[in-house]
C-alpha cells in the first residue's frame, strides 16, 4: 500500500523568504506525482505534475523535483508572498491508477 | 476551472438516510475519483472509476456505493448515512498515467 508523507505539517515564515516542503512516497512505481494547493474551505488547485521519467518542473516561483528512486519530491517556493498562505498536498498516481495524497503542510507567509 | 462541478455543495440530513452526490465532468477524462477530507486523515479515496460501468474500491469505500453509467456523470451513494460520513466530498477527474487530476470544489455533508 502506497503511503505519502509530508514535512513539516505546518511552517510559518517572513514574507521573502524562499521555502521548501517535502513529500516522501514509500513505492517508488508511480507514474507521476501532483503538487496541489488548496485554500481554507476550497477545492484544490494544481501547480505542478512532475512525469516518472522526469526530474524537476517549473512554473513562476515554484519549482518541483522528483528523486523517483528514493521516494522523495520537493516543492520549491522563491521569495514568499502572503498569498502563499495554503495548504500544500502532494500526490502520487500509481498502481491501479489510483491517486494517492499526503496530509498536507499549512504554510503561513506573514507580511 | 477545468469543467468539473459537484453537486450539492451543501447538505444536511438525517442519520440512516440516503444520500447520493453527483460529480459531472465537461472533460471526457477516463478517470474519477470520489475523496473524502477529514481533519487529522487528510485526503481519503473513497473509490474510484476508470471507465463507464468500471469502478473500484478506495481504502474507505465502507458504506459507500457508486455509479457511472455515462462517461460525464460519477455518483456516490452513501446507502444508509452516519454521523461518521460527516465529511468534505471531493470528486476528482483524471487522464490517467502522465495527465493532471483535476478537483471539484466539494460538499459539505453533515449527518445529525
Known amino acids: 500500500k502506497q503511503e505519502v508523507t509530508q514535512i513539516p505539517a505546518a511552517l510559518s515564515v517572513p514574507e521573502g523568504e524562499n521555502l521548501v516542503l517535502n513529500c516522501s512516497f514509500t513505492d517508488s512505481a508511480i507514474y507521476n506525482l501532483q503538487w496541489f494547493r488548496q485554500d481554507p474551505g476550497k477545492g484544490l488547485t494544481s501547480l505542478l505534475l512532475?512525469?516518472?521519467?522526469?526530474r524537476e518542473q517549473t512554473s513562476g516561483r515554484l519549482n518541483a523535483s522528483l528523486d523517483k528512486s528514493s521516494g522523495r519530491s520537493t516543492l520549491y517556493i522563491a521569495a514568499s508572498q502572503p498569498g502563499d498562505s495554503a495548504t500544500y498536498l502532494c500526490?502520487?498516481?500509481?498502481?491501479?491508477?489510483?491517486?494517492?495524497f499526503g496530509e498536507g503542510t499549512q504554510l503561513t507567509v506573514n507580511p | 476551472d477545468a469543467g468539473i462541478t459537484q453537486s450539492p455543495r451543501h447538505k444536511v440530513t438525517e442519520t440512516g438516510t440516503p444520500v447520493t452526490l453527483r460529480c459531472h465532468q465537461t472533460?471526457?477524462?477516463?478517470?474519477m475519483y470520489w475523496y473524502r477530507q477529514d481533519p487529522g486523515h487528510g485526503l481519503r479515496l473513497i473509490h474510484y472509476?476508470?471507465?463507464?460501468?468500471?469502478?473500484d474500491k478506495g481504502e474507505v469505500s465502507d458504506g459507500y456505493s457508486v455509479s457511472r453509467s455515462k462517461t460525464e456523470d460519477f455518483l456516490l451513494t452513501l446507502e444508509s448515512a452516519t454521523s461518521s460520513q460527516t465529511s468534505v466530498y471531493f470528486c476528482?477527474?483524471?487522464?490517467?498515467?502522465?495527465?493532471?487530476?483535476?478537483f471539484g470544489q466539494g460538499t459539505r455533508l453533515t449527518v445529525v
Open positions: 472533460e471526457n477524462h477516463r478517470y
Open positions: 512532475i512525469q516518472s521519467s522526469q
Open positions: 500526490a502520487v498516481l500509481g498502481g491501479g491508477s489510483r491517486l494517492t
Open positions: 472509476s476508470y471507465g463507464v460501468k468500471d469502478t
Open positions: 476528482a477527474i483524471g487522464g490517467g498515467a502522465g495527465t493532471e487530476a483535476f
